[in-house]
């Protein structure tokens, strides 16, 4: 990159973190965990939170969803569907979401009254990861059809991740992907990644992403 | 966007215009056809390059790749192994290719010998977009895998596009989408976009492909 690019990319990143600064602080006072999903335009991000949601409906009842696409509210209106509270974001052409979006959401939230908010990152494999949300944790989805090498070829996004759903397992044998191919590969780029062999079809792995999910909420509490 | 950064954006694409366009200059004096290749991680545009190869090994001894990823050349040699010329460029984070990043790979390849020259982006639905490489046509690659909706959530990328090509399409089935409904919301973004139905396991569409391909080829010899 030239220097006015890397120079302007590093003020645009300063100016985002100190955002999430304040967005991390709105949520540890309210005491709810953030989860920040990323990962290839059709990974199945969207469809995991509805499996999410329709798995555990207590959970789903404080929890709330913000969307984000560069257009349309196709997944806003599916995760809606799946009875959860959505705030969609459209960027406008923006390859990510920043924390500044974020906050303007928060406004739109009344905290007190949620343990869980799952942000959705628009789909992408490399800008995502460079911006912070103030979020707590960050999941990667990466599906079994997107073949098995895309930890190796975009490891900055596994790099800063807490952990990874392997998704859409059911189809891994069509394809002929090993998932724990994806997962080697991913850990190969971050060792302490928590994987999840997940299929929203099957339900396959929901449940041990939900036990994950109580237990970072309820030591968020704790905090 | 914050004013700087929608000021600096401008720079950088002007900068990034006026190198694309030396290396259109470049490839017209040559006689020689550009196409850039451009998709989600995992939309099967190396596969498609490799069927496109194995297809028509005279097509194949005039072509060089120029093979863009953010890390690994784990594409590269798939390509090679496919028997194509190839170019490797590691962006080093960068989420998608750049006008002066061809002009370098240009620099290593003799155009003389050459009839075609396929560009294959960084896998991202979103920014290569904005990127002129001073290519003649754009082909989008979305998977069926991918889900129905690509077009609608990221419009930008169909938009600019000449031709898409609706991959994997043995696999419509299992996943349960129509590849006419991809074709049919891509066409709403832009009427005008050539729409092949491809599959690089069963062959299906590459031939059609390929047909296109010469026409193009043919087209700039002429010109």
Redesign the interface.
Known sequence: ??K??VK?AR??LE?NDTIASEVRSSLASAHVFALNVMG???SGKTELICAAAASDPVLATSCAVIEG????A??GERIAQAGLEVIQINTG???HLSASMIRDALADLVLSSLDLIIIEN??????PASFDLGEDERLVCT?V???F??P?????MYAKAHALAVT?CD?AE??EVDPHEIAGRARRVNPKLDVFFTSARTSAGIPKLIDRLHAAILSKKKA
């Open positions: 990159m030239s006015v690019k302007l003020k645009v100016a290839s335009p059709g696409d560069v257009e349309s196709i997944d052409g923006a390859c628009v789909g992408n494999l490399v800008c599906a059809t997107e073949g090498d895309k190796t070829k975009y490891p900055g859409k189809l069509a394809v």
